[in-house]
């Protein structure tokens, strides 16, 4: 069974530094990575994918995410953050088996945002 | 705007009653999935509907049923509701099943 582990919980920067959001996964079938974020009172939009190809991955908002498979890791990184990049950002696994699709998110990392 | 339009926004309901929570997926999807997000459970995958067939199952209790119709709508029927199955209930679809999900705004239950 596939699993994902996001080691922070919380991660608080300044406006303009750089982060990076952790993410691990376990899979026993090929792997489809993915970020989405969440918003206060609103469904997970989705960040970024990696289906296959280049391990570096780029999304919506300037984010951008590594596959790393000897490290089994799809880290989220952000050069210089904006206050409204303030949410919840949820990796998940994707696990495709007998024509279906079980997407398995982690627990989540609240990125806080300060001035 | 995703696309995928859930309703009710919102429920109250009392311990042991049933409820239906209906979802309409994005134009052109034919798969459904439905989650339950909660504080201490996070984000539970239900269970996966692609064009009327049941495809994958997760964490879906036994008082929990959900089915999709010809039209590709789904329902998510919640019977003998307790405390406990107070959640955020989400909705997604996507166009293949190995295709990204999107996500409508979900449907807040609360049981008293």
């Known amino acids: 069974a596939q699993s994902v582990t996001q080691l922070d919980s919380q991660v608080p920067v300044f406006e303009e530094a750089p982060v990076e959001l952790r993410c691990n996964y376990s899979s026993s079938v090929s792997v489809y990575l993915f970020w989405y974020v969440q918003y206060p009172n609103q469904g997970l939009q989705l960040l970024l994918k990696y289906l296959s190809g280049s391990t570096l991955v780029k999304g919506i908002n300037g984010f951008e995410a590594e596959f790393n498979k000897s490290q089994t890791s799809f880290h989220l990184r952000k050069p210089s953050v904006h206050i409204s990049d303030t949410a919840e950002y949820f990796c998940a696994v994707s696990e495709l088996t007998g024509g279906g699709n079980k997407l398995t998110f982690g627990t989540g990392t609240q990125l806080k945002v300060e001035l | 705007d995703s696309g995928v339009t859930q309703t009710p926004k919102h429920l109250i309901t009392a311990t042991g009653q049933r409820v239906t929570l209906r979802c309409s997926p994005r134009s052109g999807d034919l798969s459904v999935y439905w989650y339950q997000q909660s504080l201490d459970q996070g984000l539970q995958f239900l269970i996966q509907?692609?064009?009327?067939?049941?495809?994958a199952k997760g964490n879906i209790l036994e008082r929990f049923s959900a089915q999709q119709f010809p039209d590709l709508h789904s329902e998510l029927n919640l019977s003998s509701l307790e405390l406990g199955d107070s959640a955020l209930y989400f909705c997604?679809?996507?166009?293949?099943?190995?295709?990204?999900?999107?996500f409508g705004n979900g449907t807040r239950l609360t049981v008293t």
């Open positions: 509907y692609y064009n009327g067939e049941e495809r």
């Open positions: 997604a679809s996507s166009e293949a099943v190995n295709s990204p999900l999107h």
